[in-house]
């Protein structure tokens, strides 16, 4: 469910530590993880290679952490949406953490929490946000991140 803001004003009035809501479930296929290692350069034997990675320490191919991290950009607008602004703009990211991998044929989905929310020069509104990717049916996360985001009335 996402979580509306009708303008920048509503979201810096808004308490740090708001639950934001969660992303729908992402299905992290090998053709994803073969197109970010080409994307990247990033062929490491545990990305793209099946049966090499059967027998490596995950029993089978993972998602490299820098794909699950920017698969962030995909949940944000399904976890909450700031309306009436001008812009909004991706400025940066704090305390990226991967505490698990995300193998292939699972599913991931991301969930948000306010950490804080403050105006910066020229009129915008930064709020920093922390997205935890879960994985379906495990109970440690895949990623966690805190995002931070301008938005320009």
């Not at 296929?29 to 059967?54: C, M, S, Y």
Request: with cysteine; glycine share 10%.
């Amino acid at each position: 469910m996402t979580t509306h803001f009708d303008s920048p004003a509503e979201l810096l009035a808004t308490e740090p530590g708001t639950q934001l809501g969660s992303s729908s479930w992402l299905a992290i296929d090998q053709d994803r993880v073969n197109l970010f290692a080409d994307a990247t350069g990033d062929h490491q034997w545990i990305h793209v290679d099946p049966e090499r990675a059967k027998e490596g320490p995950f029993g089978a191919c993972i998602a490299h952490g820098y794909l699950t991290m920017s698969l962030v950009n995909n949940f944000l607008p399904e976890i909450f949406k700031v309306h009436n602004i001008s812009m909004g703009i991706n400025y940066g990211a704090d305390k990226l953490r991967f505490p698990a991998p995300v193998p292939v044929g699972s599913r991931i989905r991301g969930s948000g929490e306010l950490i804080s929310v403050d105006e910066v020069k020229g009129g915008a509104v930064q709020a920093i946000v922390r997205v935890t990717v879960e994985i379906e049916g495990s109970d440690r996360p895949a990623c966690v991140v805190d995002t931070i985001n301008r938005f320009v009335p």
